[in-house]
């Protein structure tokens, strides 16, 4: 079982950065593509960003040069740095984990087992 606990979000101005992190525990952490989603009221949840077990990332089109994934297997950790947001980026964003493969094979949510219980991320313009 591995559990996801989220931190970082919070109340910015548009332009701003902030970094999101996502702790796991369990030793299985280095076996894992992670996954960073969100899902703005009323939409549906998509894929931010994802990061294999080996290191490659895959991107949404709409943070594409502005996020930035990352993973530190010791510390059992992954990182979803953020820049220049927008307000179109308030949304709670969630942590996920699965064994997968590829990065971009998580952006089937279906199925994904581990997640966290969001943290919300709000732009002000």
């Known amino acids: 079982q591995v559990q996801l606990v989220e931190s970082g979000g919070g109340l910015v101005q548009a332009g701003d950065s902030l970094r999101l992190s996502c702790a796991a525990s369990g030793r299985t952490f280095s076996s894992l593509d992670m996954g960073w989603y969100r899902q703005a009221p009323g939409k549906e949840r998509e894929l931010v960003a994802a990061i294999s077990s080996g290191g490659s990332t895959y991107y949404g089109d709409s943070v594409k040069g502005r996020f930035t994934i990352s993973r530190d297997n010791a510390k059992f950790t992954s990182y979803l740095q953020m820049n220049s947001l927008k307000p179109e980026d308030t949304a709670i964003y969630y942590c996920?984990?699965?064994?997968?493969?590829?990065?971009?094979?998580?952006?089937?949510?279906?199925?994904?087992?581990?997640w966290g219980q969001g943290t919300q991320v709000t732009v002000a313009s």
């Open positions: 996920a984990a699965a064994f997968r493969g590829t990065a971009q094979a998580m952006g089937d949510m279906i199925g994904i087992p581990y």
